[in-house]
């Protein structure tokens, strides 16, 4: 804990230097972290108790942001997942996809936006489409490279034991691929996030957080803007720590079995 | 055996297009949305013909460059000086951290406001983008340094500068080699999204939006093939790059033999 407290002592002395230097600066590009704070609060944290202090505009733009990234990002996890062991598991297929998954990965995502744009018309089905699409990758790419280096002599064993093709998926090359998995798991998360600002910007989305910072930016409300940056700087950072802690979890059979080697 | 992956990753893609194709062509998929795949396929070749959309492509890869160019001489420098200060890093590692999930698309109308300069703006954004990666690899590559090569040299008396030019740099390089390349790739999506989302004279992005706004699916998607492609090609050129610099590295480290 104490060493955790040693590590966040720069923090404040950064937030000083920040308050000091805008104040100096008298720039109005450049608000002071305090009046951000303080715009922030106005704008989404000055709500009743009983709503966790969330005003309506918090409500209105947070809530089904985060749910398009959330919802977004599960279906990619679920379709990277699915399809991933089973290229990873079959040479054939691999040998058939490999060309179509390079190429499509190579595709920047925010490229295709436009084209959602006009082939789904509604805003939902746009937003979901980009970030699916952008965020499969990684874990597709993961789940192939871990359901494919599956140790040999594990397979045979299974395989000798009489375990069925279900059990062995289940016991041991999921097992096996799992933190190949929960490394591109991680990364499609933060992915996730910058689709979603690139797809709510883009088009005319008529809520979400994306679309909160190009309306701060017409308003020319300087404050409220950096308060957009710091809230998604946080909203990164919160998603990151708590994948690490779940990741954490989930995997300590993996670390254990690592540090016994 | 190579011949035959080769054949199979052929007919994956011919089976692909093919299905897109019986798609529009039965009516199951509506081509004043959706256009066939052969006419996709024909405005991808028209592209590579056509003057205008090639200025698009040099105007992305200059931007592209540049913002690389900028995040790699920042950011090698200043991982090289966090990597050999210890205290220094421990200090601006929660400013690192805080700053690194930003999504660098989030700081455009910010940027945008800052500079008049369309190039400028753009090669901030991607600059901002691309530095991390290329940060976080020059940190890992100096703490990997071998501690018994660092030692060696110390105790035969040479200074620190003799250390890390002759030991930390070398180790370090194929990390920060790994990491320009996984910068590459975040500064193309990232150049790409600021042009969709800034406009200006010319890029992938901006010939996207344009055909986007006359409802031309087909030159969106041939224009998305495009930067694939130069995804693609790029990105194998660093891989080879890596290889050939850094072969004494990958041998070690038992990925080619």
Not at chain 1, 48 to 63: C, G, M, S, W, Y
Request: aromatic content about 8%; hydrophobic content about 55%; some cysteine.
């Amino acid at each position: 804990m104490s060493n955790l407290a040693v590590r966040l002592l720069p923090v404040p002395l950064f937030l000083a230097a920040w308050e000091a230097g805008c104040r100096m600066a008298e720039s109005t590009y450049f608000p002071p972290p305090s009046l951000i704070a303080a715009r922030a609060r106005e704008l989404w944290f000055s709500g009743p108790a009983t709503r966790l202090f969330l005003t309506d505009a918090a409500i209105e733009n947070f809530v089904p942001s985060l749910g398009r990234m959330f919802g977004g990002w599960l279906l990619a996890c679920f379709a990277g997942i699915v399809a991933g062991v089973a290229i990873g598991r079959s040479a054939t297929l691999s040998a058939y996809l490999d060309p179509l998954i390079q190429f499509g990965r190579a595709i920047p995502p925010p490229a295709l936006v436009p084209v959602f744009i006009v082939v789904f018309r509604d805003d939902l089905r746009m937003l979901l489409a980009t970030i699916v699409i952008g965020v499969v990758w990684p874990v597709l790419l993961n789940a192939v490279d871990g359901a494919r280096y599956v140790d040999r002599v594990q397979v045979d064993t299974a395989r000798v034991f009489g375990l069925t093709r279900t059990q062995r998926l289940v016991r041991l090359v999921l097992p096996a691929a799992a933190p190949k998995i929960f490394a591109g798991l991680r990364l499609s998360l933060s992915l996730a996030l910058v689709l979603l600002v690139v797809a709510e910007m883009t088009n005319g989305t008529i809520n979400g957080i994306g679309y909160e910072l190009v309306y701060m930016q017409q308003s020319f409300d300087m404050p409220g803007m950096w308060g957009i940056v710091a809230l998604l700087a946080v909203l990164g950072l919160v998603l990151n720590l708590s994948f690490l802690l779940l990741e954490r979890r989930t995997l300590s059979w993996h670390r254990l079995a690592r540090r016994a080697v | 055996m190579m011949i035959r992956t080769a054949i199979r990753g052929a007919a994956g893609v011919a089976a692909l297009l093919l299905v897109a194709e019986a798609a529009g062509r039965t009516g199951l998929a509506d081509t004043r949305i959706l256009p066939l795949a052969s006419t996709v396929l024909a405005r991808v070749a028209e592209l590579a013909g056509d003057p205008e959309f090639l200025q698009d492509i040099v105007a992305t890869l200059t931007v592209w460059a540049s913002g690389l160019l900028v995040a790699v001489a920042l950011a090698i420098p200043s991982g090289v000086v966090l990597g050999s200060l210890p205290r220094a890093e421990t200090a601006l590692r929660p400013l690192i951290e805080i700053l690194r999930p930003i999504p660098s698309v989030a700081l455009i109308p910010l940027v945008a406001l800052l500079f008049a300069a369309d190039g400028q703006v753009k090669t901030t954004i991607i600059a901002y983008a691309a530095c991390w990666p290329v940060l976080i690899n020059t940190l890992y590559g100096m703490h990997d340094v071998d501690p018994l090569a660092r030692e060696t040299l110390r105790s035969f008396g040479f200074g620190r500068r003799a250390v890390l030019l002759r030991v930390s740099l070398p180790s370090a390089a194929p990390f920060v080699m790994t990491g320009v390349r996984l910068a590459a790739a975040v500064a193309l999506i990232v150049a790409i999204s600021t042009e969709l989302l800034s406009g200006g004279v010319g890029g992938i992005g901006v010939f996207i939006m344009k055909a986007g706004s006359g409802y031309r699916v087909d030159l969106m998607l041939a224009a998305a093939v495009w930067a694939g492609i130069l995804g693609m090609v790029v990105n194998a050129l660093l891989v080879r790059a890596e290889r050939s610099l850094f072969r004494w590295h990958l041998a070690r480290a038992g990925v080619v033999a």
